[in-house]
C-alpha cells in the first residue's frame, strides 16, 4: 500500500520561506511521479510543482516560477517542495501525491490531479501579509 506523508507547514509571514517534506513508502520511488497540490479555501485544487523520480524532471507553472523548487532524496523516499518569497495568496493546504505519470508529459500531470492515485494527507501554509 502506497503512503505519502506531508509535513512542514506553518505560519509564515509574507517574503519568508518554508520547505514542505513528502515521505513515500509502498512505491518505486525511484520511477514516479511525484506531485505537490494545493487548495485554498473555496478555490480548486491546482497543481504546483512536479518530479519525475526516474530521471528528475520537473515542471511548475509560472505562477511558481522562480520561487518554489522541487527535489527528491531517493535514499530518503521523500520529496521535498521549497518555498521561497512566499505571498499571502500562496496560503492554501499542500498535498502531495503519487502515481500521476501521464503519457503528454509532466505539465499534463500537473494539469489533471485525478491522475494520481495516491494522496497523502495536507498540511497547512498560512502566510501572513
Known amino acids: 500500500e502506497v503512503q505519502l506523508q506531508a509535513s512542514g507547514g506553518g505560519l509564515v509571514q509574507a517574503g519568508g520561506s518554508l520547505r514542505l517534506s513528502c515521505a513515500v513508502s509502498?512505491?518505486?520511488?525511484?520511477?514516479?511521479?511525484i506531485a505537490w497540490f494545493r487548495q485554498a479555501p473555496g478555490k480548486e485544487r491546482e497543481g504546483v510543482i512536479c518530479i519525475d523520480t526516474r530521471d528528475g524532471t520537473k515542471w511548475w507553472p509560472d505562477s511558481v516560477e522562480g520561487r518554489f523548487t522541487i527535489s527528491s532524496d531517493v535514499a530518503k523516499s521523500t520529496v521535498y517542495l521549497q518555498m521561497n518569497n512566499l505571498a499571502p495568496e500562496d496560503t492554501a493546504v499542500y498535498y502531495c501525491a503519487a502515481g500521476g505519470r501521464s503519457d503528454y508529459g509532466l505539465q499534463a500531470s500537473l494539469a489533471f490531479p485525478t491522475l494520481f492515485p495516491y494522496w497523502g494527507r495536507g498540511t497547512l501554509v498560512t502566510v501572513s501579509s
Open positions: 509502498g512505491s518505486t520511488f525511484d520511477d514516479d511521479v
